[in-house]
């Protein structure tokens, strides 16, 4: 039998990350989450097409992430929750 669940299901393999608001700039997602060392290198990163929202290459560093967004840079991994 499959369990009827109407929360968002998290993917294996990622962290989660609570925000206190939405949306949030990707690139201060970067930052805020140390996945980058600044400002600047989460941009040139974005930039660079290194980083992953949802599974697609993502090239603007303003994207507007919200709850239930994956992000994804090198290694690591974040799904994206309003905290509560």
């Given at each position: 039998?499959?369990?009827?669940?109407?929360?968002?299901?998290?993917?294996?393999?990622?962290?989660?990350?609570?925000?206190s608001?939405?949306?949030?700039?990707?690139?201060?997602?970067?930052?805020?989450?140390?996945?980058?060392?600044?400002?600047?290198?989460?941009?040139?990163?974005?930039?660079?097409?290194?980083?992953?929202v949802?599974?697609?290459?993502?090239?603007?560093?303003?994207?507007?992430?919200?709850?239930?967004?994956?992000v994804?840079?090198?290694?690591?991994?974040?799904?994206?929750?309003?905290?509560?």
């Amino acid at each position: 039998m499959s369990e009827d669940n109407n929360s968002t299901e998290i993917p294996a393999g990622f962290r989660i990350v609570e925000l206190s608001r939405e949306p949030v700039e990707l690139y201060k997602i970067l930052k805020f989450e140390a996945m980058a060392a600044s400002g600047g290198e989460a941009k040139a990163a974005v930039s660079a097409g290194q980083v992953l929202v949802n599974g697609e290459v993502e090239t603007q560093k303003r994207k507007k992430i919200v709850a239930g967004d994956r992000v994804e840079f090198g290694a690591e991994k974040i799904f994206l929750t309003l905290a509560g």
